[in-house]
């Protein structure tokens, strides 16, 4: 653990009236490192833009000693980590506000060591789960001391630094873990073969995480068939303790998406708006696309009941629109569960229009 940041950057934070944009660094430029950790320091070290805008709110019945008791019932006007997740992190409008909050908390605890390490925590990834803010959520987990993540890796290779996030990447490697996430960043980086191995290793303990990992890792790729293998092999795991409902579902949606992809034409789709759903990771999720001249014009989520990383859909809806399909876009990191059921349901919907 990092010794404790200065913290007189932190009142800084609350009071400084330099205004630059909220996300910078799209993971595309390859950046030197100190290309990439002067951008952290100047963007990290300073308020979004909005920030002094956006009003601090939160109950007044909050225990600011963020005490948590296990076994407590929830209590969002009480808990701060509750009000975090449920309050903030559920409701879009509120996103700036829990910023705010956290950066109000900080300075507020700042003679608490443990506390204000703790606050830094949430802090990186509410930046970075919904504001997509990597160079403020790299900052602050550098800050935390919490150099190790599989979120500060991908902030930096979104900031431009692939060789920054190999190195986090590769200390996995190193010891053996075995993990979905890693393997979906890996993939993310361009090192699907690398991605690839991973997940079936994953697989060889968790069939259904592995698979499905190993499915979506392929579908990136453009190799169907192979993904159709491992979806089919989801299918095919039979039942044991752990509940595999979800992921038989995943993998039967995902299935149905992959034969659409090769066999979809925008350009044979007439114009109009086209609606379906498909399976996310609390319920349905329903999209609607409108298709104007051959192209995708929109594609919106009209109802979900998903309930984090709302900016998962914002980023899917980005990348289907940029490449106006299904093909190449990138549903294995971040919200992988979110960003799927929005992705196989535009696929489904303009399957129902293709002539």
């Not at 986090?168 to 960043?185: F, M, N, P, W």
């Not at 303790?241 to 993998?251: H, M, N």
Request: glycine share 8%.
């Amino acid at each position: 653990m990092r010794s404790t940041p200065n913290l007189r950057l932190k009142v800084t934070l609350l009071v400084c009236s330099l205004v630059l944009p909220a996300t910078l660094g799209l993971g595309a430029a390859d950046k030197s490192e100190g290309e990439v950790r002067a951008l952290i320091k100047k963007v990290g070290s300073t308020p979004p833009e909005w920030f002094q805008a956006t009003p601090l709110r939160y109950p007044k019945t909050l225990d600011l000693s963020w005490t948590d008791t296990p076994g407590a019932p929830w209590d969002p006007s009480k808990n701060v980590g509750q009000f975090i997740w449920t309050t903030i992190n559920e409701n879009e409008s509120r996103w700036k506000e829990g910023i705010r909050f956290l950066h109000y908390f900080l300075v507020l605890n700042q003679k608490d060591p443990g506390l204000s390490t703790k606050t830094m925590n949430a802090l990186a990834p509410m930046y970075h789960n919904l504001h997509q803010d990597w160079a403020r959520a790299a900052f602050w987990w550098e800050q935390a001391g919490n150099t190790d993540n599989i979120d500060l890796a991908h902030c930096y290779f979104k900031l431009g630094s692939k060789a920054m996030a190999t190195r986090i990447l590769r200390r996995y490697e190193s010891d053996g873990t075995r993990h979905c996430s890693v393997a979906r960043l890996w993939s993310e980086l361009g090192e699907n073969d690398k991605a690839l191995k991973m997940a079936l290793q994953t697989a060889e303990e968790t069939p259904d995480v592995g698979f499905l990992a190993a499915g979506d890792i392929c579908r990136v790729m453009g190799r169907s068939q192979q993904a159709l293998g491992y979806y089919q092999k989801v299918l095919d795991t039979p039942l044991g303790a752990r509940d595999l409902k979800q992921s038989k579902e995943r993998a039967k949606a995902s299935m149905e998406a992959v034969k659409l992809v090769d066999t979809l034409d925008v350009k044979r789709v007439p114009d109009g708006i086209y609606r379906d759903s498909s399976v996310g990771y609390s319920g349905q999720v329903f999209v609607e696309v409108s298709v104007g001249g051959g192209r995708i014009s929109d594609v919106k989520v009209t109802r979900h009941t998903e309930k984090q990383w709302y900016s998962s859909l914002t980023d899917t809806r980005r990348q289907i629109l940029l490449k106006q399909g299904a093909k190449g876009v990138d549903a294995t990191s971040g919200a992988t569960i979110t960003s799927e059921a929005m992705l196989n349901a535009t696929l489904k919907a303009l399957a129902k229009g293709q002539k």
